[in-house]
């Protein structure tokens, strides 16, 4: 009897201890596979430096509250498999989510970035306005670290500073990265697209990579189409060839810009501003880039059209109107500047009469 009695008590206990193991399980299940959200506020970052095991990973997870505690994370990451499959990184939590989800988010490496665009013409001053809006630090901070030019002094020993040399890209980039990281990325990024074979080119016209980006600048102020940059690069190219002065507007803009004194409006007057950079003044290329080229601009700079235009004139719908001599550029000028603005002008007293007219028969 008694041994009866003792056979019923221990399969009562195995019993019981089989439920709670099964009632435990089943929670577990539940767990692993119910969304989570342990924090306050709409987001919530979590760094996972290179290097760190699945350990320290659960650890910052779960003290950040994206997952309920370490078992938790455990359990799921032995069922998902993928415990050497995480990747380091920032990443941003905004919503309540599965351990499962988590482990998957990590795997992928989806990493948060803030994308950056700095497009094709613009200065260092005007990259680093970009730069602070974005909220990465002050401008001051990205004009200092683009004062150095060590970083493409063995591409260009000329540069006195990086103009030019800031390629102009969208950039994924973490929230924490600084002036001086940015900078370095983005010259690594012009030497990535500066190919051996423009570089070979370059040399075979015997021109430098101080002359060739400083050129490419140039072409890439003047025009945004595509099927323009050849022949601007050409009819500065011929200029450059015969001893012929630039007379480059945008150059006169840079050096107004860099002495403070550019109000968004070039004048007459701003032609005779005295700067090396002012090429109406100053025979030949400026001391170096007035702005980051992109990649059409260095490769139409590299190969000009075979043209032998002299000047150029803006059509007032971002094309130009080109010629070869000074008598058919007065033209141009004659009827794309002059009768153009007239007649605009006429235009809009003609439009103004009207108005009024119509302004006098309504209050009869």
């Known amino acids: 009897m008694k041994v009866a009695r003792r056979l019923r008590a221990l399969a009562v206990f195995i019993l019981i201890v089989m439920a709670a193991a099964g009632g ?23 760094d996972l430096p290179t290097g760190a095991g699945s350990r320290t990973i659960g650890e910052r997870l779960v003290d950040a509250g994206i997952v309920s505690d370490h078992l938790t994370f455990r ?5 998902s498999g993928q415990g050497r499959h995480l990747k380091a990184g920032e990443y941003r939590f905004d919503r309540a989510m599965t351990p499962f989800e988590v482990i998957d988010k990590l795997v992928r490496g989806d990493v948060y970035v803030i ?3 700095f497009p094709e013409g613009l200065t260092i001053a005007e990259m680093a306005a970009i730069f602070e809006a974005h909220g990465f630090g002050p401008r001051a901070s990205f004009i200092a670290a683009a004062q150095d030019p060590s970083p493409i002094q063995h591409v260009d020993a000329a540069a006195t500073n990086l103009e030019g040399y800031l390629f102009p890209e969208t950039y994924p980039l973490s929230r924490h990265t600084d002036a001086a990281t940015l900078v370095r990325l983005m010259v690594a990024r012009f030497e990535h ?24 600048s140039i072409v890439e102020k003047e025009t945004a189409r595509p099927d323009e940059r050849p022949i601007v690069a050409a009819v500065y190219d011929n200029r450059l060839r015969i001893g ?10 840079f050096a107004l810009q860099r002495a403070g004194r550019y109000d968004g409006n070039l004048r007459h007057d701003d032609l005779a501003f005295d700067s090396p950079y002012n090429t109406y003044r100053y025979a030949g290329l400026p001391p170096g880039p007035i702005a980051s080229p992109g990649r ?13 235009f002299l000047y150029f004139v803006s059509r007032n719908d971002g094309s130009h109107e080109f010629a070869k001599s000074l008598a058919d550029h007065n033209k141009n000028v004659q009827k794309y500047q002059v009768q153009y603005f007239k007649d605009r002008k006429a235009g ?17």
């Open 193 to 216: 697209v500066l190919t051996p074979e423009w570089r070979q080119a370059a040399e075979a016209r015997h021109v430098s990579m101080h002359q060739l980006v400083t050129l490419a």
């Open 348 to 364: 809009r007293a003609g439009e103004a009469g009207r108005s009024g007219e119509t302004g006098r028969s309504g209050r009869r």
């Open 75 to 79: 359990l799921a990451l032995w069922q």
């Open 296 to 308: 059409a601009s260095i490769e139409a700079a590299l190969h000009p059209a075979a043209a032998d």
């Open 115 to 117: 994308n950056v665009t």
């Open 244 to 253: 012929m002065p630039l007379q480059c507007d945008p150059t006169v803009i």
């Open 24 to 46: 435990a399980g089943a929670l577990m299940y539940e767990r692993i596979r119910a969304p989570y959200r342990g924090y306050e506020g709409s987001e919530r970052f979590v």
